[in-house]
């Protein structure tokens, strides 16, 4: 190409024609993939693409809700740094900064709060139907509580065939309060179920976190008075984890969603994504990494085992954190509260070894194996009494809020097409059938 170039471009030389192109630079350090398509040998070529397996360099969006910068420990909801939401707010009210954009004023959030707590669009919406619970009572007893969620959750979309209307503000927003209010009810029941207990309806005199405590917790006809430091320490844990930019439950959330399903076969599929091992199951595999340690006496052995590369140190280092991760900080400072009340989680004194050595070695730092926010969430989960299988659920809940809001800034965004990503092929030629007798 002849002229000058704008200094907010790139100029690319294919070496293969000579020909050069030049590709606007947006944002500072975007360029359209779609730009891309220009540069081929022959006209009748596809043009180029970029590949990215795993998407570790491609953005699929333009997003206003969550805030990441990973090599300087940076967590921001809509611009509110996470330290400042998790000392000063509660979780609906984040829960309202998400969905919404803005903090609400008292009127806003106490409308907020009721809307959730008595979610009352019609008689329907006073509790879990009759035929949900029945739906979990058909599982095993020792059915994994995130396969029973998935199922309830899918179900409700049955239940709520209006919720096809998407593209109705007041319809979305119906949807999503009822999500909010339903997700620690199932979670609940599911527990209940895995328990061998009666389920256990909403006490709406409760905080969101305190009515959750009560659904899992109450025994009988006994009054159940949440303990205020561990109803503040889950509450915390789920502002925490409200909201992480485009993880993988985040985008598949956002690739169904793109197909125009309702919101509850979209978060269906974004638990399904979080149900594994990698994702939302990473706080037990700490766990299991600090049984299997044992004792202070063996953390030398194992710690020499990581290096040669025989073990993972789980719960240290993160795919977008390269410095420590900002929730690992507060997290930490909440289990030491929560043990006052429980007992101290023999297992601390082993994590707490491991986050010194692991700061303190050239080996580990080099690496960026800082902690991040699994490393202590699964020790508070665990000395609240969940059992293990339920920690993707307890992650689920909140992360519920995040799904919601990022569907809906989906759906508001006129760039976005439904999602299909390209390929390299490399399989066979065209090639003709044979006649099965005339094979191999």
């Known amino acids: 190409m002849g002229g000058s170039s704008s200094k907010n471009s790139l100029s690319i030389r294919d070496n293969r024609t000579g020909q050069e192109y030049e590709i606007e630079i947006l944002d500072g350090n975007v360029i359209r993939a779609m ?17 990215d397996p795993a998407f570790m360099n491609t953005a699929s969006t333009r997003s206003t809700v969550t805030d990441i910068d990973g090599g300087k420990g940076i967590l921001r909801y809509r611009g509110y740094p996470i330290e400042q939401l998790a000392e000063k707010s509660s979780f609906l009210e984040v ?5 919404k954009g803005e903090l609400p004023t008292r009127d806003e959030l106490d409308h907020f709060v009721e809307e959730v707590t008595y979610h009352t669009y019609s008689w329907q919406d006073s509790s879990i139907h009759d035929n949900i619970t029945k739906l979990l009572s058909g599982f095993r007893y020792d059915a994994h509580m995130m396969g029973m969620m998935i199922s309830a959750v899918a179900a409700l979309s049955t239940f709520y065939p209006n919720a096809k209307v998407i593209h109705e503000k007041k319809s979305r927003w119906n949807q999503t309060v009822r999500l909010l209010a339903k997700m620690p009810t199932l979670a609940a029941f599911s527990y209940r179920h895995h328990q061998g207990l009666p389920f256990i309806y909403p006490e709406n005199r409760l905080s969101y976190s305190g009515n959750f405590l009560n659904m899992l917790f109450r025994i009988g006809d006994k009054e159940y008075r949440p303990n205020p430091v561990l109803e503040r320490a889950l509450d915390l844990l789920f502002i925490l984890h409200a909201d992480h930019e485009q993880n993988c439950s985040t985008t598949a959330m956002r690739v169904i969603g793109s197909s125009h399903p309702d919101p509850y076969s979209a978060l269906a599929g974004a638990m399904a994504a979080l149900y594994g091992p990698l994702h939302g199951g990473a706080n037990e595999a ?66 707490l070894e491991l986050e010194k050595i692991a700061l303190g070695e050239e080996y580990f730092v080099s690496r960026n194996l800082y902690p991040n926010v699994d490393f202590y969430s699964g020790l508070i989960y665990q000395a609240m009494g969940f059992p293990v299988d339920m920690f993707p659920v307890l992650f689920a809940i909140p992360r519920t809020v995040g799904w919601l809001a990022q569907w809906e800034e989906m759906l508001g965004d006129k760039e ?25």
């Open 416 to 440: 976005q097409r439904i999602a299909r990503p390209r390929q390299v092929y490399q399989g066979s030629v065209e090639r003709s059938y044979q006649p099965i007798g005339e094979r191999g």
């Open 286 to 351: 700490v766990l299991r990494m600090l049984n299997e340690i044992g004792d202070m006496g063996n953390i030398p052995d194992f710690i020499e085992s990581v290096k040669r590369g025989e073990r993972r140190l789980m719960g240290f280092g993160h795919r977008v954190y390269k410095a420590y991760d900002p929730r690992a900080s507060i997290v930490k400072e909440a289990a030491h509260e929560v043990f006052t009340v429980t007992g101290k989680n023999p297992l601390l004194d082993i994590a």
């Open 95 to 99: 829960a309202y900064l998400l969905l």
């Open 35 to 51: 730009d891309l398509r220009r540069i081929r040998v022959d006209p009748d070529e596809f043009g180029m693409m970029s590949y």
